[in-house]
């Protein structure tokens, strides 16, 4: 059981990193004319949707956006259930020799990225895999970073970071809370 300690992000703040994070992917990707955006299910898809809101805004080109649902490729799936709930991953076009963005809520551990990438290669090959994650928290179990960080938040391993987006909730918000 987890307790609200603080507000990490405000929408502003939430807004104003992946906005950011928006320019960094142009200025990386010398334009956005090979840049595809794929996001995590869950919280990772509407974050991925304001990114590439973000990138025609600034390039005046829409970028694809994709969903990917990871449940299969994830390591701890028999620790987490017997019959886990999957989604399926939407992506509409074609990701080869392309820059694919992953789109993620918060960086931990390293295995959600790590069964993106597993996913991904379903796909096809792509030009090149960039990770954008609004939340870096630290604690990473395997060699794995963002490219494009919105907050790097150092944790405790008994804190949790919780992301607020529509549509699961009514607000946007970054928390951090506490184990009890």
Known sequence: MYRYKTTIMDETAVLRALKRISHEIVEHNDGA????IVGIKRRGVPLARIIADNI???EGTRVPVGELDITFYRD???KDS???VVHHSELGFSIEGRAVVLV????????????ALDALKSFG?????????????GHRELPIRGDYVGKNVPTSRNELISVHIP????????????AE
């Open 76 to 78: 701890d799936l028999e």
């Open 82 to 84: 017997v019959n886990p």
């Open 104 to 115: 993620d809520d918060v960086l931990y551990t390293g295995r959600t990225a790590s069964a």
């Open 125 to 137: 090959r792509a030009g090149s895999i960039q990770l954008a994650v609004l939340v870096d928290r």
């Open 33 to 36: 004319e090979d840049v595809c």
């Open 56 to 58: 025609e805004a600034i």
């Open 167 to 178: 549509p699961y909730e009514d607000l946007i918000r970054v928390e951090l809370h506490e």
